[in-house]
């Protein structure tokens, strides 16, 4: 046999191998994940309605409202924004995602609702806010929040003071149950 045939016939013996063993570990992987039983009963849909409140010494100046549709043991999100480039240094770009960002997920257990939430925005700062550097002052109120909710009925998942203001930003949100 010459040496390019000892050398074609050993590549295709190591391929071989690879894919017996690629085929094999698949087999074993895929055995251990776990499988998700059917059930005969519907999905229980809800409508998630988000209020994002911005009060100024008490007084409520500012209210943004997001809604989602969403099943029992699912997780959805709603993302509103803009890619705001900064110069990072003389010349280069980074960008900055800006705006609303909200992921739910709703899980329902013997007639208990259970609703968790990660929360954030971000807004730039007003221009009297920004320093002397051309980098702007980015704002960020983040809420991440799991508890036991109501449906039909308003709460509040988080409220977190400004620390340089006298403003405070509060997150509530309303499940209901929809037919």
Same mark, same amino acid.
């Given at each position: 046999? #010459? ?28 055995? &251990? ?8 009963? /519907? ?9 994002? &409140?911005? *009060? ?5 100046? =500012?209210? @943004?409202?997001?809604?989602? $549709?969403? $099943?029992?043991?699912?997780? =959805? #999100? ?7 480039? +900064? ?23 013997? =007639?208990? *609702? ?29 809420? $991440? ?8 009925? /308003? ?7 400004? /620390? ?10 309303? +499940?209901?149950?929809? @037919?």
């Amino acid at each position: 046999m #010459s040496r390019k045939s000892e050398l074609l016939a050993m590549v295709m013996a190591v391929v071989g191998l690879c894919l017996g063993m690629e085929r094999a570990l698949g087999q074993v992987e895929t055995s &251990n994940m776990p499988v998700r039983a059917e059930t005969s009963e /519907p999905a229980v849909a809800y409508r998630l309605d988000y209020s994002v &409140n911005e *009060l100024d010494d008490g007084k409520k100046i =500012n209210t @943004r409202q997001y809604s989602m $549709n969403l $099943n029992a043991g699912d997780a =959805n #999100s709603i993302k509103i924004g803009a890619r705001v480039p +900064v110069e990072a240094k003389s010349g280069e770009f980074q960008y900055l995602d800006i705006g609303t960002d909200i992921w739910s997920r709703l899980k329902e257990r013997a =007639n208990t *609702l259970t609703l968790e939430v990660r929360a954030e925005v971000s807004s730039i700062g007003a221009p009297d806010q920004q320093s002397q550097a051309s980098r702007p002052i980015v704002r960020r109120v983040q809420i $991440n929040a799991s508890t036991v909710v109501l449906a039909g009925k /308003p709460m509040t998942l988080g409220v977190v003071d400004d /620390p340089s203001s006298k403003r405070q930003f509060q997150l509530e949100v309303t +499940v209901t149950k929809l @037919r």
